[in-house]
Structure formats: structure tokens, C-alpha cells
């Protein structure tokens, strides 16, 4: 079974501040999903990425996936409170996503 | 248009009993997952229909079922409920042909508390 490990496990941080969430793995993924929670909602895909190296951002957002498809990385340039949430990556595994455990963030205002 | 909608969004009940929960995905989406969210596992996937067939089955014991009816509205049941089935439950569904791409969208969950 592959696992997907996260790192942090909980980050708190002040509005302003710089952050990256790390998700990885032994083994190789087709592709890999990061999803954002917020208290009481079901995760929300942020982004989808498929191609060793690929880089993609969204607003402040930026996410990475390693050159060999096995680790992904998120940073946040200038955090707001908005983006308090469980970050959770996901990948495919024998014909299932399978999720990481998530990073908590907090950000103070 | 209307997202998932996930049904009881809390229910208690007491250990040994069974519950059934209910999903209704997103109009045209056939495939349905479930997942088991706690704070010391995180989530776990529990199955995936697609067009009323179990396609996927994650390492959960017998006492959690699932089926899928017609019109893709999926449901969960867990008997001989013990403490540790407290839990979020949460279902998603997908657009996707394979079970193991495309977009999830997930409901709000049902917060079960077993006492």
C-alpha cells in the first residue's frame, strides 16, 4: 500500500508569512490532488498535477510535483486568515485515491 | 447545481446498534466514494460504486456495506457499532470514468457519535 505522509502536521502562523506544506511517498503517482478542508465542509480540490516538474499556481498558491511523481509541495506566499484550513494531498493507488493526513494550518490575524 | 447531499448530518447511537447513512451525488455522476475521517487516522477510504457496482473496497471490516441504487443515491451501513466508528463520514462524487482520477467533490459529511 502506498502512503502518502504530510509534513507539517499543524502550522500556525501570522497573517503575512511565508509557508510550505510537503506531501511524500516511496512510490510513484500518476498524478496527485490537493484538496483544502475547512471546519464542518468536505475537502475541496484545489488543483490536480500529472507531469514530473509540473508547476502550477493558483492566486497564492503554489503547488509542485517532483520530478519523480513521488513528492509535492504547496506554498503560500503571504498567508490571510482565509486559508485556515486541513490541506490534504491525495493520490491514486490501485484504483482509489488514497489521502495523506493532512497539514492543520492556522493563520493569525 | 446542487452539490452532494449527505444525510443524517449527526446522528448518536449506542454501541452494538447499526446506522445507515445516505448520499445523493451530483446530478449525472455515477461514481460514489466513502471515506472515514478521524482525527487520528485522517481519511480512509472505505468503497466506490459505479453504476450500483462495488469497484474498490478499502481495509475495513465486514460490519461496514455499501450499496448504490439506480439513480446513483449511494448508502453506507454499519452494524454492531463500536466506539471507535465515531467518525465523520464523508461521500464524494465523481465525474470520472475511472475510479481513480478526475475531480472529487464530497459532501458535508454525517458526524456519527457511537456511545
Known amino acids: 500500500t502506498q502512503l502518502l505522509e504530510q509534513s507539517p502536521q499543524f502550522l500556525s502562523i501570522q497573517e503575512g508569512e511565508n509557508l510550505t506544506v510537503y506531501c511524500n511517498s516511496s512510490s510513484v503517482f500518476s498524478s496527485l490532488q490537493w484538496y483544502r478542508q475547512e471546519p464542518g465542509e468536505g475537502p475541496v480540490l484545489l488543483v490536480t498535477?500529472?507531469?514530473?516538474?509540473e508547476v502550477k499556481k493558483l492566486k497564492r498558491l503554489t503547488f509542485q510535483f517532483g520530478d519523480a511523481r513521488k513528492d509535492s509541495s504547496l506554498h503560500i506566499t503571504a498567508a490571510q486568515p482565509g486559508d485556515t484550513g486541513l490541506y490534504l494531498c491525495?493520490?491514486?493507488?490501485?484504483?482509489?485515491?488514497?489521502f495523506g493526513q493532512g497539514t492543520t494550518l492556522q493563520v493569525k490575524p | 447545481k446542487a452539490g452532494v447531499t449527505q444525510t443524517p448530518r449527526y446522528l448518536i447511537k449506542t454501541r452494538g446498534q447499526q446506522v445507515t447513512l445516505s448520499c445523493s451525488p451530483i446530478?449525472?455522476?455515477?461514481?460514489v466514494s466513502w471515506y472515514q475521517q478521524t482525527p487520528g487516522q485522517g481519511l480512509q477510504f472505505l468503497f466506490e460504486?459505479?453504476?450500483?457496482?462495488?469497484?474498490n473496497k478499502g481495509n475495513f471490516p465486514g460490519r461496514f456495506s455499501g450499496r448504490q441504487f439506480s439513480n446513483s443515491r449511494s448508502e453506507m451501513n454499519v452494524s454492531t457499532l463500536e466506539l471507535g466508528d465515531s467518525a465523520l463520514y464523508l461521500c464524494a462524487s465523481s465525474l470520472a470514468i475511472r475510479e481513480d482520477t478526475g475531480e472529487l467533490f464530497f459532501g458535508e459529511g454525517s458526524r456519527l457519535t457511537v456511545l
Open positions: 446530478s449525472g455522476h455515477r461514481s
Open positions: 460504486y459505479f453504476s450500483e457496482t462495488q469497484r
Open positions: 498535477v500529472v507531469t514530473g516538474g
Open positions: 491525495a493520490g491514486a493507488e490501485s484504483g482509489k485515491l488514497i
